[in-house]
């Protein structure tokens, strides 16, 4: 493609995406052609299916494993799943939890709080729902609802945004001088494939029950969203309890990338180092070095 060629080809996606509506019938060609590259993403190609069942059914036995040794030795695990609308959380919860046993380990998805939680300190609901010791605990969404949704879609205020930022790293702290071991990851997309997904759950029956309201109104602040979302990485980024960003997509990619974060950083026995440590670099990224490259476009 020439150089004129690209920019004839930029504008169109940006005139495309501008105009986009979830009720639409069919994806704009050129929102849909744009979706894989969008956001900088490092890859040409998916992954392949057959590499990738290889090595999640592997990483699955390694998660037995450490699960095995979090419940012998009373250790206490939170992951948190945090990060674009449509960025594959669930897809990537669902492969981390589908051979662990339920009764030590769960999911946390918390609906909109109650009006008691509201008048509640702001923590309180989430501090319920820590693992108790031989625990893994997986917070879709958590409280880091306050660092992004709340303030884009003006459900706090200002004031509560920044006494939020300022209180979560030292609430983390307090969770890992107790003992939890902390992992916090953030799935980031391309603005192109996160109107492909949102539009795919829109046209699927069988998706639908994934779009919320908020969904609908996500579509047009993708820019709020980056800017919040910079500043909440920024803010809580510690070395105690730092983020993991994942560029995300690639879902079979995402999946392998999540459960290697997680695994690679518990020390239980008998751990299949090369498999556990064969994370893609090209997607897989601290938020120093993601804030520094700009984030997503």
Not at 156 to 180: N, S, W, Y
């Amino acid at each position: 493609m020439t150089k004129k060629a690209g920019k004839q080809a930029d504008e169109a996606l940006r005139k495309a995406i501008a105009g986009f509506r979830l009720d639409e019938p069919d994806l704009p060609p050129e929102i849909d052609e744009a979706a894989f590259r969008s956001g900088n993403y490092p890859h040409k190609e998916k992954l392949k299916s057959k590499l990738y069942e290889r090595d999640l059914h592997a990483l699955q036995i390694e998660l037995l494993k450490a699960q095995t040794w979090v419940k012998e030795q009373g250790e206490r695990v939170v992951v948190v799943f945090e990060g674009r609308d449509a960025a594959g959380k669930g897809g990537a919860i669902h492969r981390f939890t589908q051979h662990l046993s339920p009764r030590d380990a769960r999911v946390v998805a918390l609906s909109k709080p109650t009006p008691t939680e509201q008048g509640q300190w702001y923590f309180q609901r989430y501090v319920s729902q820590l693992p108790t010791k031989g625990e893994i605990v997986i917070f879709d969404r958590s409280w880091y609802n306050r660092g992004g949704v709340e303030p884009v879609m003006g459900f706090c205020t200002p004031e509560q945004t920044d006494k939020f930022l300022h209180e979560a790293p030292q609430f983390e702290a307090m969770l890992v001088r107790d003992g939890i071991r902390l992992f916090k990851l953030f799935l980031t997309i391309g603005q192109a494939m996160q109107l492909k997904r949102l539009h795919a759950r829109y046209t699927d029956p069988l998706k639908q029950w994934k779009l919320s309201p908020i969904d609908h109104k996500a579509v047009g602040k993708w820019d709020a969203y980056s800017e919040a979302y910079d500043r909440m990485l920024a803010a809580t980024d510690t070395v105690d309890t730092p983020w993991t960003i994942i560029k995300a997509n690639d879902k079979l990619r995402t999946r392998l990338a999540v459960i290697r974060a997680v695994l690679a950083n518990l020390p239980y026995p008998d751990k299949d180092e090369k498999l556990v440590g064969g994370q893609d670099g090209k997607i897989v990224l601290s938020a120093e070095h993601f804030l520094a490259n700009g984030g997503e476009i």
